[in-house]
Every structure is written in structure tokens, then in C-alpha cells.
């Protein structure tokens, strides 16, 4: 079951473009759609979890696929197929000055396109599976528009807590007045291992990369959009060129952008770069995967109760909308610049709905798109 697990999730690793809000959309098709691991709901609970929590949101959700379908080490056997091809590919840029062939963009054009698609199909889908009542249609619009208005981190956070109060007030789910009798819990233990590992980064132990990077991935809410400027803070003896060419690099490949940290421990330590990239990746990621570990099952224990399925109901009409907003910005914004690009995207999203094509079908046709668009 490792292997497995870790086969479906490399495969997603190495044609994941787009990040998280992408990458969301990629699991629901791959993992609830096609595979049928997990349902709806579950789905939409982890995403929800996720959104509360610090750290990388989309590796976050997939390690708890992995968790759900065979524990802790379906998780492990996630993380490391949806994270080995972009760890790798950073390294690989940040040890060469090689600059991308012009072909190689425009296959990362295509790409993005075929995100657009993705994230789009997402969306409909997610917002007919969590929006059916008026009131969780306007969450979703609420949602949507406050961060088409204040797309920032702070209004994220805002309109969650917000979500949360109502979903506690009024109620968003017809869930049975019974309180669930489930006897799962924190996972105190990993929770304390959480506490204390941030406890020795503070004093810069087990070593100072390990412990700047376990900081960023402790404290940052967001996901990878929003990880760069707390790098910048907190990561010494790199120059703002660096962390640039970090961040762009990290846009234009597939799979999780907190692997800007794996571009960005090679460069720290220059004297063992694969050491480096290792350490660093590792500190990032661990802080979210362990939260998520510790917290998953009592996240489901409590929204079978009538208040937390409240919330819950409230949280992923929320998501809905975050996804909504991601769409536009940054996705469609990143990703489609011309009336071409405006007609693929159509295109493709009609074959997608009407002809249900391979995935990796779709995928292959965008990348000649990307390919011929650009020798046009």
C-alpha cells in the first residue's frame, strides 16, 4: 500500500502546476473522482482543517489522504511522492545557471492553462456538493468577494473567523441533534512534539537552517504565496536576487511551492547542497504535517456534533469561495494573457465536462498548446 500510495501521489508531483488552489483541484479529480478513496465530505473536511492551520495547505491535504487510507505511513509514503519531483527539480536550478529554453516556457505556459481548467471544473463541482442551500451560496459569494476585494493573507484569516462565529450562531447543516459518541482524539503526543521542536528552533537547535525553516513553516498561514516574506525575514545571508529567482522557480514547476525552501537550503549551504535542500525542506513542511497528523481525527469526531457540523458546513462553502477567489487571483491572472489563451481554456474545459478524457490526455494537449502558442 506504500508504493501505491506513492505512486499515485508522484504522479501528481511531476504534473501538478498551479499551486494549492490547483493542486486541490488535482487531488479532488484524481483521489475522490477517479480513485474514489475518499468521499466528498471528507474531502472538503481536510481542505477545511487545512485552512486553519499553518502551513502548506495543498501537501497538508494530501497527507491526510494519505493518513485516511493507510495511517501514518500512507502519509509519509504522500508527502514524499507529491514533494520528490519539485525537491529535486529545485536543487537541480539552484545548482546551475542554466536558463530555461524558450521551449521549456512555453510547455509551463500550457500548463498553467491547463490548471485554469482544473481549478475551474473544481470549483463547479465543490460548489454543488457544499453550496445547495441559499444561505451556503451566500457564504460562498461572501467568501469570494472579500478576497477579490482584499486579496491578502489578513482577509483570509478574517472571513475563516468570521465563518466560524456564524457557524456556531446559526445553523448551516441539518445534522442530527445527537452528539456523536466518538472516542477519537488529539493526537497529544505528536501536538507535544510540535511544541517542542519550536521550542529548540528558538534557541536555533538542532542547527540555525533547521531552525529558520521550522519557524517559517510553523508561523506562516497562506500557503506558499505568502512564505516568501517570511523567509526573507527570518533566513539569513541570502540576497533579495535569491529569493526571487526562489519564488519564481518555484511557480513554474509542478508541485508544492513550500519546496522554495529546497532552493533555498542548497544555497544557504553551499558546502553540502543536497544536505542543505534536505534540512530545509524537512523543517518547512514538518511543522503543518505535524498539526495535521495531530489534529485529523478529532477534526472529524467534532464536526459530527451539530454545532462543529455547523462550522464545518459554514467552513467549506468558505473554501469554496477561497477557491473562487484563487481562481481569478492568482490562476487566470497568471495563466491567461490573449484571446487564445481565453479559447483553450474554453475548449478545453468543454472536453473536459463532455468528451471526460484521460487526465494525462488533457495534460499532453495543453503542453502542445503551450508549445505551438509560442512559436506562433
Known amino acids: 500500500m506504500f508504493l501505491k500510495i506513492f ?16 493542486h486541490l483541484g488535482f487531488f479532488k479529480k484524481h483521489f475522490v473522482d477517479n480513485l474514489k478513496w475518499l468521499s466528498n465530505e471528507r474531502y472538503a473536511s481536510m481542505i477545511s482543517l487545512s485552512q486553519i492551520l499553518p502551513g502548506p495547505g495543498s501537501s497538508q491535504v494530501g497527507f491526510a489522504i494519505g493518513l485516511e487510507k493507510a495511517g501514518i505511513l500512507g502519509g509519509i509514503a504522500a508527502f514524499l511522492g507529491f514533494t520528490l519531483p519539485s525537491f529535486l527539480l529545485m ?37 454543488k456538493s457544499f453550496c445547495k442551500t441559499t444561505a451556503l451560496k451566500f457564504v460562498a459569494f461572501f467568501a469570494t468577494l472579500t478576497l477579490l476585494m482584499l486579496p491578502n493573507l ?5 472571513v475563516l473567523m468570521v465563518l466560524v462565529v456564524a457557524g456556531y450562531f446559526y445553523s448551516f447543516s441539518n445534522a ?11 493526537n ?7 511544541i517542542g521542536l519550536f521550542a529548540l528552533t528558538v534557541a536555533a537547535l538542532p542547527n540555525q537552517l533547521f531552525a529558520e525553516f521550522y519557524q517559517a513553516g510553523a508561523l506562516v498561514f497562506g500557503g506558499g504565496h505568502v512564505v516568501l516574506p517570511l523567509l526573507q525575514t527570518s533566513v539569513e545571508g541570502v540576497a ?3 529569493f526571487l529567482t526562489a519564488y519564481a522557480a518555484a511557480q513554474a514547476i509542478p508541485g508544492p511551492m513550500f519546496t522554495i525552501a529546497s532552493f533555498l537550503g542548497a544555497v544557504v549551504d553551499n558546502t553540502h547542497p543536497i544536505l542543505g535542500a534536505a534540512i530545509a525542506t524537512l523543517a518547512i513542511f514538518l511543522p503543518g504535517l505535524l498539526l495535521m497528523w495531530a489534529f485529523n481525527q478529532q477534526w472529524q469526531s467534532l464536526i459530527s456534533l451539530p454545532r462543529f457540523a455547523s462550522i464545518s458546513a459554514a467552513l467549506n462553502a468558505g473554501v469554496v469561495g477561497i477557491l473562487a477567489a484563487a481562481f481569478y487571483q492568482p ?23 463532455w468528451l471526460k478524457p484521460a487526465i494525462w490526455q488533457l495534460l499532453i494537449a495543453f503542453m502542445v498548446f503551450g508549445v505551438i502558442a509560442g512559436s506562433v
Open 240 to 242: 533579495q536576487e535569491t
Open 176 to 186: 442530527p441533534s445527537k452528539p456523536s459518541q466518538s472516542k477519537s482524539q488529539i
Open 7 to 22: 505512486y499515485q501521489f508522484l504522479l501528481l508531483g511531476c504534473t501538478s502546476f498551479g499551486g494549492p488552489a490547483a
Open 154 to 158: 489578513s482577509a483570509q484569516l478574517g
Open 331 to 353: 490562476i487566470w491572472l497568471s495563466a491567461v494573457h490573449s484571446l487564445l489563451d481565453i479559447t483553450a481554456v474554453i475548449l478545453g474545459f468543454v472536453a473536459l465536462k
Open 91 to 127: 536543487i537541480m536550478l539552484a545548482l546551475t545557471a542554466e536558463q530555461l529554453s524558450g521551449t521549456a516556457l512555453n510547455v509551463i505556459d500550457g500548463l498553467k492553462l491547463f490548471a485554469v481548467v482544473i481549478v475551474a471544473d473544481a470549483v463547479l463541482s465543490m460548489a
Open 188 to 194: 497529544w503526543s505528536v501536538f507535544a512534539l510540535f
